[in-house]
T-cell receptor, first 111, second 113 residues
Framework: GIQVEQSPPDLILQEGANSTLRCNFS?????LQWFHQNPWGQLINLFY???GTKQNGRLSATTVATERYSLLYISSSQTTDSGVYFC?????????????FGQGTTLQVKP | ETGVTQTPRHLVMGMTNKKSLKCEQH?????MYWYKQSAKKPLELMFV???????ENNSVPSRFSPECPNSSHLFLHLHTLQPEDSALYLC????????????FGDGTRLSIL
């Protein structure tokens, strides 16, 4: 099945800094999702991004499907950005399939 | 507020107990999911329901029994669980199928004594 790898596994930033998180996937996909899980366990869908670039406030994501990677950019980081960031790629066909999640990048933003 | 509500938020139970987790979504979605998240592991899909029909069972032990009475509600019935079943159980929904954007509830943190 498809492999999803994220890097770096851990990241510590000073508030206000920018960062880039990477997601590599082993097979061609037609969409990619990014999620943020806060320290209380709440998992929020940040982006559903088949290809190209999407922006949402200080966050943006780019997926280059032909090269099998996606990037999540966080600008002017805030302490509330802390948590774990997951990417997930679809695996399956027809009515049977599932999202395969990466191991996550744990981000800590220090004040 | 994601539009997906899970209850209870926390549950402690003995191995011989029977309990149920509840998930309700207010998004008008037709697909619902149960995931398990153990410490230091990626999210694992357990079950998928499309239009109330189960379309995926990811080799889940029979001590976990899902129920989907309608497109808005999903239950996970628990019986004779093991200590290794302690985890965060997350419910999610998407518009029609597994390829679409999934939106998660806050989860139920389950501890088995």
């Amino acid at each position: 099945g498809i492999q999803v790898e994220q890097s770096p596994p851990d990241l510590i930033l000073q508030e206000g800094a920018n960062s880039t998180l990477r997601c590599n996937f082993s097979d061609s996909v037609n969409n990619l999702q990014w999620f943020h899980q806060n320290p209380w366990g709440q998992l929020i869908n940040l982006f559903y991004i088949p290809s190209g670039t999407k922006q949402n406030g200080r966050l943006s994501a780019t997926t280059v499907a032909t090269e099998r990677y996606s990037l999540l950019y966080i600008s002017s980081s805030q302490t509330t950005d802390s948590g774990v960031y997951f990417c997930a790629a679809p695996h399956g066909s027809g009515n049977t399939g599932k999202l395969i999640f990466g191991q996550g990048t744990t981000l800590q933003v220090k004040p | 507020e994601t539009g997906v509500t899970q209850t209870p938020r926390h549950l402690v139970m003995g191995m011989t107990n029977k309990k149920s987790l509840k998930c309700e979504q207010h998004l008008g979605h037709n697909a619902m999911y149960w995931y398990k998240q153990s410490a230091k592991k990626p999210l694992e899909l357990m079950f998928v329901y499309n239009f109330k029909e189960q379309t995926e069972n990811n080799s889940v032990p029979s001590r976990f029994s899902p129920e989907c009475p309608n497109s808005s509600h999903l239950f996970l019935h628990l019986h004779t669980l093991q200590p290794e079943d302690s985890a965060l159980y997350l419910c999610a929904s998407s518009q029609d199928n597994w390829r679409e954007a999934q939106h998660f509830g806050d989860g139920t943190r389950l501890s088995i004594l």
